[in-house]
């Protein structure tokens, strides 16, 4: 059931009875407000605000933003500055305005900052509710690319792992695995339970370090159905090879991701 949004001006008291009156969750109460001596413009102050209580979870997936007029008069501003904000988010995937309903939070698009963890401890700590579906699970003869990645002869037994990411229910990434066969117990199962990193540091294996590239392509007729994206929409790209304390490659994928859903987060910094 939708969720509308708390009342953001602090003490105000609702004069129009029960139908207008704010839930007293405290999930839901933000301490909205804007600073007109700032720089910043008003409707971007009020959108930071926004995105910054969907990406925390105090505005949950299928919350109501309730009545622009309303929002703008505990706020004391403009409606086209208030609507702006929410169009801003809105451009963003954060929110979206259904007819009939009014504006509604939808899933916040999940950041993975680039360093050796996994896509399900990832969503996990985000709040994101990581389900996953293994589409295949099989032992196979590498290819001359894996074998090239796992240091291994071509042709070697490996076990090729197909996995759908979801959040929420929803498609995030698609993600394909070859792990050297003998390396740890790879039942679907448990595939299906929790991320393959888990399985492996509960395997006794040691993660160290990791080869990864980024990229990007358009999505193919076959992916388009499995995530949820129309054909040829931008899809992130990812390519690892990971490596444990001794140097030994344990596993190398290749991850398609919805940018619509997802991002990388790079920090950088000055060389001295």
Avoid: C, W
Wanted: aromatic fraction near 4%.
């Amino acid at each position: 059931m939708s969720k509308p949004l708390a009342n953001a001006a602090q003490g105000k008291q609702d004069g129009q009875g029960g139908q207008d009156r704010q839930p007293k969750d405290p999930a839901v109460v933000l301490g909205l407000g804007v600073d007109r001596s700032s720089p910043v413009p008003l409707y971007f102050q009020l959108a930071q605000q926004l995105e910054a209580a969907i990406e925390r979870g105090a505005l949950t997936p299928g919350s109501l933003l309730g009545n622009e007029i309303d929002l703008a008069g505990r706020l004391g501003l403009s409606r086209p500055t208030v609507r702006q904000a929410i169009q801003s988010l809105v451009d963003k995937g954060l929110l979206v305005r259904r007819r009939g309903v009014g504006t509604q939070v939808v899933h916040s698009q999940v950041k993975r900052p680039l360093e050796l963890s996994s896509l399900y401890d990832d969503l996990e700590a985000a709040g994101q509710r990581p389900e996953t579906r293994v589409l295949r699970n099989t032992l196979g003869p590498a290819s001359a690319e894996v074998a090239a990645a796992l240091g291994v002869a071509e042709g070697q037994e490996v076990h090729h792992v197909e996995r759908l990411r979801l959040a929420h229910g929803e498609p995030m990434a698609f993600l394909t695995n070859h792990i050297p066969a003998g390396l740890l117990d790879l039942d679907t199962a448990r595939l299906e339970a929790t991320g393959l990193y888990r399985l492996m540091r509960a395997a006794g294996l040691t993660l160290h370090s990791a080869r990864q590239s980024v990229g990007a392509r358009a999505t193919a007729a076959d992916e388009a159905e499995r995530l949820a994206e129309p054909e040829g929409a931008p899809l992130l790209t990812m390519r690892r090879t990971t490596f444990d304390d001794t140097g030994r490659a344990v596993e190398f994928g290749a991850h398609v991701y919805r940018a619509s859903r997802y991002s990388f987060e790079f920090q950088l910094l000055v060389r001295p």
